[in-house]
C-alpha cells in the first residue's frame, strides 16, 4: 500500500449500489443477530447501539471548533439500507430459521422481519471435519479437490454478485475457530507455495484459507473474525498486495478480551503492578461447543493471551510486570446458549508493594456484542477497498483480540490507542488535521512577554 496510491477527501469514490457481505458461518448466532440487527434498523425498529460507524462522532480540529459530525457523515460510508447478504454454512437452515435456534434475539423482532430472514438462505459450505471436530456439517460441497472448491467458491461469489447487482462485495469470517495451526513455510511462505499446495490437495490446508483465497482472486476484500491463522500468513499478505485488497482480522474483541483492554491500559497508566490474572468463561453457543476441543481451544487461548503482554510491556516494567500469572480457560454449559459469562480475578499491588484484587463478572451476550463489529468491518473495509488500501489493515485493530500488523512492528492492544488510530485514520483520508490532545498551546498562546 503506498501513499502515493491513496484517494484522498474528493477522490474517495462514493459508494454506489449495493454493498454485498459475505459470510462463511451466515447460519451462526454472530451471522444472523447482524443480518436481522442491519434490518431491524433499516426498519426502524431498533437503534444500532455498539456501531462506530453509525452512532459515533470524530472531532475535527480544535477544541474550540466545536466541530464533532457522527463518523457516518463525515467519510462517504456505504449504508446500511446498501447492504444484501449472502454466504456459506453448514447446516441448510435459511437466516430466520437458524436466528431462532441460536436463541439470541426475541422472538418478536425476528417475526417482525421473518419474510426478509427468510429469503437469506446459505450456499452449501467448503467444511473439512479435521479442522472443527466436534461440528459434522449437512450441507457441504462434496468435491475433495482443494481447488475445485476454491473455483466452486469463485463461482458462487460471481453469482452472488449477479444476483444482487453487487459490483463491490466484502467477506467476513463468522465461522468457527478452527484447529491450532501453526505457520509454515513451505505451504505458507509465498502465493506460489500456497498455490501449489492447494494444487497438491494439501491436508493442511484448512477451509478459512480456501475461502480466503477466493475472496482475494475475487477480488473481494476479507476479514477474519475467528482465531485462525486464515490470512496472517506471508502468502495471503502478498496476494492482498498484488491483487489490491485489503486483509483484517483477526479474532472480534467482545465480552472478556474487550474487558482487558480497557482495564489493563488503566492499570498501566497509573503503574499498578500486577501479579496475576485468572479468566474463565462458561458459554453454550456453537462456539461454546467448537472451542469444547482442545485444538480449537489452543488457537482461541493463544489469541486471548496474547494481549496483557503486550499492553503491559513487562520489558520495559519488570517491577510491575515481570512473571505475572495469566490464565485463561473457556467452558462449554449448553444452558448459558449466547449468554457468555466471563469471570476475572486479578491480583494487584500498589505502593509500597501492598496486594488489591479486582473482581470482574461481565454476564454478556456475545453475537450482541460481536453483531455491531460485523456491521463497522463491512463498511469500513469497503471503504478501505474504494481508498485503495491493500494488505493489513492495522487502522482496524481496534475490532481484534488479536490484530494484524506489520512483521516488523508490534500489534497495538490498547483499546484507547487503537481507537485513536481508527479515527486519525479517517481524518487522513478527509485531509483533517490529526488529533494529538496536546493543548498546551491553549494556555501559551498570547502570554505576555
Known sequence: MK????????????????????????????????????????????EPI?????????????????????????IPLASLDDLVFGGWDIYEANAFEAALYA????????????DFLSTVRPMKAVFDRQFVRNLDGTFIKEDRDLRARVEALKEDIALFRLTHGAERC????????EIFLKQEDDIHGSIEALQKAIDRNDPRIPPSMLYAVAALESGVPFI????????DIPAMLELSVTRNVPIAGKDFKTGQTLMKTILAPGLKARMLGLEGWYST????????????????????????????????????????YKNYYHKVTINYYP?????????????????????????????????????????????????????????????????FKSPMHKEDLYPEHDLFIQLMKLKNTL???????????????????????
Open 50 to 74: 455498539g456501531s462506530l460507524s453509525q452512532l459515533a462522532t470524530i472531532r475535527l480540529g480544535k477544541r474550540t471548533e466545536r466541530r464533532s459530525p457522527k463518523i457516518k457523515d463525515f
Open 427 to 449: 481524518r487522513y483520508l478527509m485531509g483533517e488535521e490529526q488529533i494529538t490532545h496536546f493543548g498546551l498551546d491553549y494556555y501559551m498562546n498570547g502570554e505576555s512577554e
Open 3 to 46: 501513499e502515493k496510491n491513496l484517494k484522498r477527501k474528493d477522490r474517495i469514490e462514493a459508494p454506489k449500489g449495493p454493498l454485498g457481505v459475505l459470510i462463511p458461518g451466515i447460519g451462526g448466532a454472530v451471522s444472523t443477530t447482524f443480518i436481522a440487527g442491519v434490518e431491524l434498523v433499516r426498519k426502524g425498529l431498533a
Open 170 to 177: 466484502v467477506m467476513i469470517w463468522c465461522g468457527s475457530t
Open 281 to 320: 468463561n462458561i458459554l453454550g453457543n456453537r462456539d461454546g461447543l467448537v472451542l469444547d476441543d482442545k485444538d480449537s481451544f489452543r488457537t482461541k487461548e493463544e489469541s486471548k493471551l496474547s494481549v496483557l503482554e503486550y499492553i503491559l510491556q513487562p520489558h520495559l516494567y519488570p517491577t510491575l
Open 103 to 114: 436463541r439470541v434475539l426475541r422472538r418478536d423482532h425476528l417475526d417482525s422481519i421473518k
Open 335 to 399: 444452558p448459558r446458549g449466547d449468554n457468555k459469562e466471563g469471570w476475572d480475578c486479578i491480583d494487584i499491588f500498589g505502593w509500597l508493594g501492598y496486594p488489591m484484587q479486582i473482581k470482574v463478572d461481565f454476564l454478556c451476550r456475545d453475537s450482541i456484542l460481536a453483531a455491531p463489529l460485523v456491521a463497522d468491518l463491512a463498511l469500513f473495509m469497503d471503504l478501505a477497498q474504494r481508498v485503495g488500501m491493500s494488505g493489513i489493515q492495522e487502522w482496524l485493530s481496534f475490532y
Open 224 to 231: 477474519n473474525g475467528a482465531p485462525n491463522l486464515t490470512i
